[in-house]
């Protein structure tokens, strides 16, 4: 019992900390586009607000980011019993964090000639980009083999669609060229919605596992 108890408050700290990160990248970038009027929201990238002033928010933002998705993935883990477990849901999930804390160390090439730095943060964005919608569609399925997540299976994997229209979108803006900077915001929203949404319920799934094995204190 006091081992059931010592895990749901762990998988509860993981919850907040995934919805602290959160908000913390929602809010730092919205912030961004008040701060930085020169950054044209329609056709460029969030990752030129790194270059220039204001540039260590975005720094801020990936950090968030980061603490957000890596604490969803160990909160996942410990909130989902086994067979409602996608480990290479989970994998990529964690990749998609390494890769984006990569991204906000190495800047983004914004005009001139490019460089390595730029380089580095075009491959890991990339990996981190593509790998996202990949891992929410097959934790999405897996929730369903657990009855404390099936309820949230359909929503989850309906977000996990969205999430893969939107790469799809951002990716023909850049190729043609049209409205790259709006799409790729509405996939960076999409994902932190689905973000929300699962963290939201393994903060309920921890506090239920709480209310079944109350302190002995208490």
């Not at 912030?31 to 220039?52: C, K, Q």
């Not at 399925?141 to 657990?146: E, P, S, T, V």
């Not at 799409?183 to 960076?188: G, K, L």
Request: glycine share 12%; with cysteine; charged share 10%.
């Amino acid at each position: 019992m006091m081992e059931s108890q010592s895990r749901a408050r762990l998988t509860m700290f993981l919850a907040l900390l995934a919805l602290v990160g959160i908000a913390v990248k929602f809010l730092t970038i919205a912030a961004l586009h008040f701060l930085r009027p020169d950054v044209n929201p329609v056709l460029e990238p969030i990752s030129n607000y790194g270059v220039g002033p204001y540039g260590f928010l975005l720094t801020f933002a990936d950090i968030g980011s980061v603490v957000g998705t890596l604490a969803l993935v160990f909160g996942l883990y410990l909130g989902i019993w086994p067979p409602g477990r996608s480990y290479v849901g989970l994998f990529l999930l964690g990749l998609c964090g390494v890769s984006e804390l990569l991204a906000g160390i190495f800047p983004i090439d914004v005009g001139g000639e490019a460089t390595t730095a730029g380089t580095i943060h075009n491959i890991v964005g990339n990996i981190s980009f593509f790998c996202f919608p990949i891992a929410a569609i097959l934790l999405s399925l897996r929730m369903g083999k657990d009855e404390q997540w099936r309820s949230l299976r359909r929503p989850a994997f309906a977000l996990s669609i969205v999430v893969g229209l939107t790469v799809i979108l951002t990716i023909a803006g850049f190729n043609l060229g049209i409205g790259f900077g709006v799409t790729q915001r509405v996939a960076n929203l999409a994902v932190l919605v689905w973000m929300l949404v699962v963290a939201l319920h393994l903060r309920s799934v921890a506090q239920g596992a709480l209310a079944q094995h109350p302190s002995r204190a208490s």
